[in-house]
């Protein structure tokens, strides 16, 4: 009877860790779980007072693969990596992402979360993964995949928790198609993406 518990122990240790791993592989925005009622944390950076681009001067004119004129710049510590946003796909997270990049948001905010093969994880002032901008955005899941290269929102259990915190997929990752808003996608820079290190920084963000 002893031996019979202990296998059944083991099996459900077993199970159980599995099933842990599978969790821990989704961006969620927080590291840690944070209790419902507590508010976000502030945003510990300071805003530019003269953005460098408004949202109204943001070009969302898309090409035939859906993607905007207008190009986000990220300048980090191991080089330069750009997107463009997917407009008709995801209109409000872009138009806010555009506000943040043109307002200097993520000037110096750091890469706090990076999973090798997964994905690469910024966009919180406090540097923890429970922070943002302060300014929760409404899920647009869409029909883009989570490919190499896909920018998205990171979000916590709540789907309309996203707020500042994106991610750029480091591959192929079709659990997450459905679950999370993409709403860009890396047109220059992927061998600088995969060379991110937890703790690198985005120096510079720019739109154009």
Same mark, same amino acid.
């Given at each position: 009877m002893k031996s019979r518990n202990l296998i059944g122990i083991f099996l459900v240790l077993v199970i159980g860790g599995g099933a842990a791993f599978f969790l821990s592989r989704t961006p969620f925005q927080a590291e840690t779980p944070v209790a419902p009622t507590e508010p976000q944390t502030a945003p510990t950076t300071a805003l530019s007072e003269e953005p460098k681009m408004s949202t109204a001067q943001a070009d969302m004119t898309v090409d035939a693969t859906g993607l905007s004129k207008t190009t986000v710049t990220l300048e980090t510590t191991q080089g330069v990596i750009k997107f463009k946003f997917y407009p008709k796909d995801a209109p409000a997270t872009s138009a806010r992402i555009a506000e943040l990049v043109g307002k200097g948001f993520y000037n110096g905010l750091k890469f706090h979360r990076v999973v090798?093969?997964?994905?690469?994880?910024?966009?919180?002032?406090?540097?923890?993964?429970?922070?943002?901008?302060?300014?929760?955005?409404?899920?647009?899941? /869409?029909?883009?995949?989570?490919?190499?290269?896909?920018?998205?929102?990171? *979000?916590?259990?709540?789907? /309309?928790?996203?707020?500042?915190?994106?991610?750029?997929?480091?591959?192929?990752?079709?659990?997450?198609?459905?679950?999370?808003?993409?709403?860009?996608?890396?047109?220059?820079?992927?061998?600088?993406? *995969?060379?991110?290190?937890?703790?690198?920084?985005?120096?510079?963000?720019?739109?154009?």
């Open positions: 090798p093969g997964f994905v690469v994880q910024g966009g919180d002032p406090s540097g923890t993964g429970a922070g943002g901008s302060g300014q929760k955005l409404s899920a647009e899941f /869409n029909a883009r995949k989570h490919i190499e290269g896909t920018v998205a929102m990171a *979000r916590s259990q709540d789907p /309309n928790s996203a707020d500042s915190q994106f991610y750029i997929s480091l591959g192929r990752h079709p659990h997450l198609d459905g679950s999370y808003t993409v709403f860009g996608m890396v047109t220059e820079g992927m061998d600088v993406a *995969r060379k991110i290190q937890p703790g690198d920084k985005m120096t510079s963000v720019s739109i154009d």
